[in-house]
């Protein structure tokens, strides 16, 4: 998942009822009448804060940046899928809003139970639950599960999300998606069968352990074919789940109020406490401190933590600090390196800014190694299996530059004296301060890098999301913040470096990274039905991505969040590595 004005992400190997844990700082138990739960630093990373059944109120939401789409197929932002799933957007499967490892297991949403497997792991059939709704009270049928699915196909209408789906489903049929679609019910896609209204089945070409995975992402969630409005449906998507949008203002607010067409007795995932959620878009990311401290909104839902300026308000007042958690979130921050943009088409120039990089500062830039993460040497996080602490080909771990084998590098690929070249970045968050650390640091090898900052909004998708852009712009290096689509390897790297994935836009592979021996693991991995030798072929991965230089991590993610001491039940999920936004409510 991308990183809203980003964060997020899950992080951890599981299978669909398996998963593994995290760590937290100082836990105080609180109990009050029958509930109990946890307060002070970092208990929103251990336990629940704040327990209530409490219903009633206005939660107060705020971001910086809008959605990158409230199109369910068009979104990537971890925050925007925690937002879909709490309030307005049901799947077959979803994962649990529980805290701690059982976070990260996926439970039935829509689907009376997990699915039934046969035919050696090729064939999953589920069951819809009786008494499920869309906002204006049609009843959910499998056929509108099937119809939102195909729409991941039409990726030259509604590029952006993930196309794991495509690749799975597809089977060489070379499906449009339903706005080509020549069948005459408009479900022409052969593997997957609706027999009734209540049955749906997936057929798969090979078994996939992960595929469950695939179903719990918001696209894969049912759409009314007569509602679709195509491109403009993030606009004002229909709900499925307690929440629908009242109004939407692009880039200033959102505001969704209970659907009283949702049956609290078919959902056991959401509490649905607030009357209405507000979501104010656009505020300076340094107002956005402000206003938590002063209580006058509840949580940013970008989830990436306070600025530099607020770091020291919370951490050094003990009163403030108990309101505030520093979760591990899954995410690497790093950037690529374009293949297509001279001079970095040479791997010598590539591998002369992986040492001249001052990891350091561009850590301190986050917040430091407290609250802006560890210093990352490869490119899977620690709670990925598959993940190698030793594996640090350029001797980063130190995160000092090396500058002599940096010019060592320059020389090898006939820039001695250094070059010209732009660096994309988002224009929010951290990331515009990270990225002129990184623009420092090169400076002091001759690599002199222009910084062209971008709306966040449109980054992903058109403006390093889009090959010809890159190389129309020149982007050798480009910002990024990467987590877990799902809490596997496959669901964390591959996206990133399967040259086959390569697409025009909303492209995930910004380095555009085809190596033949990458490919071809990858596909060994996800066949792999034993989780050991699939997260040891992911680590071959990793090195091989490592070796070619077109990544360059440079921290294992932390965010110091504050929640609003008047919020109810929060606690940090681990498939996002932030709050859950379906369990919020609030006390006034």
Known sequence: ?????????????????????????????????????????NAA?????????????????????????????????????????????????????????????????????????TDGGKTYTFKLKAGVKFEDGSPITSKDVKYGIERVFAQDILSGGPT????????????????????????????????????????????????????????????????????????KPVSTGPYKFQSFDPGKKAVLVRNENWDPKTDTIRK???????????????????????????VDTAQTGVQQGAQPKILLDASKKANADTPTTGFIRYFSISTKVKPFDNIHCRKAVQYATDKITMQTARGGAEAGGDIA????????????????????????????????????????????????????????????????????????????????????????????????????????GWGADFPTGYGFLSILVDGRTISQSGNNNYAELNNAEVNSLIDKAKAATDPKAAADIWGQINKIVMDEAVMVPFTYDKALNYRNPRLTNVFVTEYYGMYDFASLGVSS
């Open 272 to 298: 649905a406490l607030p009357d209405q959620i507000d979501l104010t878009i656009g505020t300076a990311v340094e107002e956005i401190d402000n206003q938590l401290l002063a209580g006058d909104v509840d």
């Open 377 to 480: 040497t490869n490119m899977l996080p620690p709670n990925i299996a598959g993940h190698d602490p030793a594996l640090d080909p350029y001797n980063t771990k130190s995160g000092k530059p090396q500058i002599d084998k940096a010019k060592e590098e320059l020389a090898a690929c006939g820039q001695p004296n250094g070059f010209d070249t732009v660096i994309a970045t988002r224009n929010a968050g951290k990331e515009p301060k990270t990225a002129e650390a990184l623009q420092a640091a090169l400076k002091n090898v001759g690599i002199n890098a222009r910084l062209d900052p971008t709306d966040a909004s449109l980054y992903f998708r058109s403006t390093i999301g889009a090959p010809s852009n890159v190389a129309a712009k020149g982007y050798g290096l480009m910002m990024a």
């Open 45 to 117: 990373t251990k336990g629940v804060v704040n327990p209530s059944e409490k219903k009633g109120g206005t939660l107060k939401l705020v971001n910086h940046s809008d959605a990158d789409s409230w199109d369910p197929v068009r979104a990537y932002y971890a925050w925007v899928w925690n937002f879909q799933k709490g309030y307005y957007v049901r799947t077959l499967l979803t994962n649990a809003s529980k805290p701690g490892e059982d976070g990260l297991k996926l439970e039935p949403d829509l689907a009376e139970k997990l699915p039934e497997i």
């Open 1 to 41: 998942m991308r990183t809203g004005a980003l964060v997020a992400g899950s992080a951890a190997v599981a299978l669909v009822l398996s998963a593994c844990g995290s760590g937290g700082d100082d836990k105080t138990p609180t109990t009050g009448g029958s509930t109990s739960g946890v307060s002070g630093f």
């Open 164 to 235: 794991y789906i495509v690749d799975v489903l597809d089977q060489g049929q070379k499906y449009p998606g339903p706005y080509k679609d020549t069948d005459p019910n408009g479900l022409g896609l052969k593997s997957v069968e609706t027999p009734d209204d209540t049955t749906i089945v997936f057929k798969l070409k090979e078994p996939l352990s992960d595929f469950s995975y695939l179903l719990a992402m918001p696209g894969a969630g049912p759409v009314q074919k007569a509602k679709d409005t195509g491109d403009k449906y993030g606009d």
